[in-house]
């Protein structure tokens, strides 16, 4: 069995999304869905529940009183908060451990590179268009999925990819997929749509490391970005190092300017102070 069939035969044993986490998300979709709707599906997710509580009383979100119960919580809340919840809490469980081992990333470093990302697109998102909030902040969370499951892989070839690099003087991710026959980004695109993920999600995953990614949908130009950007101050740099460039000209097709980036990122380091309980979940 080659490399690539090992993997894609992985993707059949990714523990599902959390159908709690689904079925909110769809009823959030819903512009007459009251709290007791909501709930009503909560509340049979006794881990969702928890952390929902948990991480409506920490700083990030910023309530203006302690919340005890899943009813207060829902009736505290906004949707779009509600909705960055649920999908931070039903996400963390897949990043937990030495999940990034393989990339050279420390125990807990994936998870919070991935929650800055999710919140770097959700600052960004107000200067792109055609991008919907929540999905911003979902897919940053999950764009990177793809590591969690290809590390033991990336561990075994680990020396040839970065001969490769150095040899070939090429990306990390482009040794990756020469020798693994997939790279991260594509196997998260492949376990978003295992996860029925709306395919704009699914796509954004699969090409945030392309390199006309800022051409691409609003979507995955803006997650291209904002894990760009997130690398760039740091966050998150394992053995992959600076994988993905920003190019001036994608920059000006969706709008951006140097300035609003400035801006975000200057933004995120707030942002991640307050993020520093979610980022312990």
Not at 29 to 47: H, K, M, P, S
Not at 114 to 129: C, F, P
Not at 134 to 156: M, Q
Not at 182 to 194: C, N, P, R, S, T
């Amino acid at each position: 069995m080659s490399r690539l069939e090992e993997i894609l035969a992985l993707t059949k044993h990714v523990p599902p999304f959390p159908k709690v986490a689904q079925r909110v998300m769809d009823l959030l979709r819903q512009d007459d869905v009251n709290a007791a709707q909501l709930a009503e599906v909560i509340q049979y997710d006794q881990a969702i529940t928890a952390n929902v509580l948990k991480m409506c009383n920490t700083s990030y979100f910023g309530l203006p009183r302690k919340v005890t119960s899943l009813d207060d919580a829902l009736v505290v809340l906004g949707h779009d908060t509600l909705k960055d919840i649920i999908i931070a809490s039903s996400s963390a469980k897949f990043y937990t451990g030495k999940v990034g081992a393989g990339y050279h990333l420390e125990q807990g470093e994936m998870w919070k590179h991935s929650v800055a990302v999710g919140i770097m697109a959700k600052l960004l998102v107000r200067h792109i268009q055609d991008v919907d909030p929540g999905s911003a902040f979902t897919c940053g969370l999950l764009h990177d999925i793809g590591k969690r499951f290809l590390s033991a892989f990336v561990a075994d070839e680990f020396k040839e990819i970065m001969e490769k690099v150095d040899g070939e003087q090429c990306s990390f991710v482009e040794a990756e997929k020469e020798l693994l026959g997939m790279d991260h980004a594509e196997l998260g695109g492949a376990i978003l749509e295992k996860w029925e993920f709306a395919p704009d999600l699914v796509d954004a995953v699969k090409y945030h490391h392309y390199p006309d990614a800022l051409e691409k949908g609003p979507l995955t130009a803006l997650i291209a970005l904002s894990n760009s950007l997130v690398i760039s101050m740091g966050i998150g740099i394992g053995a992959d190092g600076l994988a993905s460039e920003v190019q001036g000209e994608g920059l000006e097709k969706i709008g951006v300017s140097p300035e609003m980036l400035q801006l975000c990122m200057m933004d995120l380091l707030e942002e991640m102070e307050k993020a520093q309980d979610m980022m312990n979940l």
